[in-house]
DNA sequence: CCGGGTCCTAACGATTCCCTGACGGCTGCA
DNA sequence: TGCAGCCGTCAGGGAATCGTTAGGACCCGG
């Protein structure tokens, strides 16, 4: 489990650190809003945690650029009480604003509410692909050839993709979604990586790359996974 | 968007249903913890507002007793403002924690919050033509012939013309909004195209292209889905 | 400094899609 | 009967998209 923290005051980006990591947490920080959006591009973290008072970008337009492309939860920790601040990021898209001081037991229950549906509703552990199987949680894939089991390695982009098809079974996956969730927002024409990167996927992943029969194209549209 | 309010203080129970009724919001209420439940079963809400110091059954049992068989999000609204309470609330399944007194206005807009997910799926229908059905958002077809399913691809500009009559269901299309709508505005008057795709359309999808049943064709005016 | 790995760019045939033009069938009317 | 619209279909060329190969930029651990 990836966490995000984005806030100005380094010692509070350091006690964070130290206790969410000490509970098992991934930590990436940022400093300021820009960074933020930065390392959600590189991390692709499964919660921000968000101050609202940052330099460069602030935390407000922080929410509403994320929400713009990403479904990722949002946990806002400011030091401004005011209901009106709360209203406000709230409805830009965040999940749940907590005001600083703030007691790190509270902090680590709403951490673990917020993740919680996401552990629950993506519970897709092991998807079948003929003689391949792929452990999205694991991040692991084994092609069974031949009654010897041999494990496939994919890099971190490969896995992104394989995720976003795997994760809408049947359904078609737009090049625009794609570009967006794996790149960021900012890819709106050049498609040549992509391509690119799911040959290599139906290389390692089907039986007969040329024919493949799991990752399909859908010309002028995207990819679709068909189960 | 219905709420189901628990709490044993009738005013708040009264104050809450003016308030969030005058939202637009559907409220029902119960004034103890067995009472929840049993609104829970009866009304299945889209959002469960739970005071924890309740008679006959504790709101934390509640929490447990729901989360058994159901997701619905559950945002705890209580008087006990410690740490402990909240933790112990939030990991039994609730997702929100507010305590009294609460901005109204904070409130409302972590319902807001709550409920955004939940409204975000997109649910186009799925349609039915004889031995074949269209799925719109995933863009898929499906024909059933002989009980063996086999999906059927269409092209973008097949897409988005099916889209058109699809979601006109029974209306006469006319020409000119299928060409605006699919090619733009700048399409005036030549129709060559559009018959060629109606063609490839029924071609696919109609049993006997030659004497349609779904796509129909109004001489002079335009096309019709036929339901 | 050097390999290994990953990411990305650039270019090439090959495939698919879009649109044009032409032809034949059908209907209504002079 | 001839003619004029309108519709459906077929074939083909141009354009966009796709799959693949080759290679350079970058990072990182020997």
Do not use: C
């Amino acid at each position: 489990m990836k966490i995000l923290i984005a806030d100005d005051d380094p010692q509070i980006l350091r006690a964070l650190r130290i206790t969410l990591g000490a509970r098992g947490y991934d930590i990436v920080t940022a400093e300021d809003g820009a960074a933020a959006i930065n390392a959600m591009i590189e991390h692709h973290p499964d919660l921000v945690m968000l101050d609202l008072g940052m330099p460069r970008l602030d935390g407000q337009a922080v929410i509403e650029g994320l929400r713009g492309w990403s479904q990722v939860p949002i946990l806002v920790v400011s030091g401004r009480t005011g209901a009106a601040d709360k209203v406000q990021a709230l409805d830009a898209g965040a999940d749940d604003y907590v005001t600083k001081p703030f007691s790190i037991d509270e902090l680590l229950a709403r951490i673990r509410a917020l993740t919680r549906r996401l552990a629950t509703t993506d519970d897709e552990p092991v998807v079948l692909l003929g003689a391949v199987t792929v452990d999205l949680s694991a991040k692991q894939v084994t092609r069974n050839a031949a009654g010897v089991a041999e494990t496939v390695r994919l890099t971190p982009t490969e896995w992104l993709i394989l995720g976003v098809l795997l994760r809408n079974p049947g359904k078609l996956v737009t090049r625009q979604s794609l570009l967006t969730e794996v790149w960021g927002p900012h890819h709106v024409g050049d498609t040549g990586y992509l391509r690119l990167y799911v040959g290599q996927l139906r290389k390692k992943l089907e039986a007969d790359a040329a024919h493949p029969r799991y990752l399909l194209t859908e010309a002028g549209m995207g990819y679709r996974f068909s189960p």
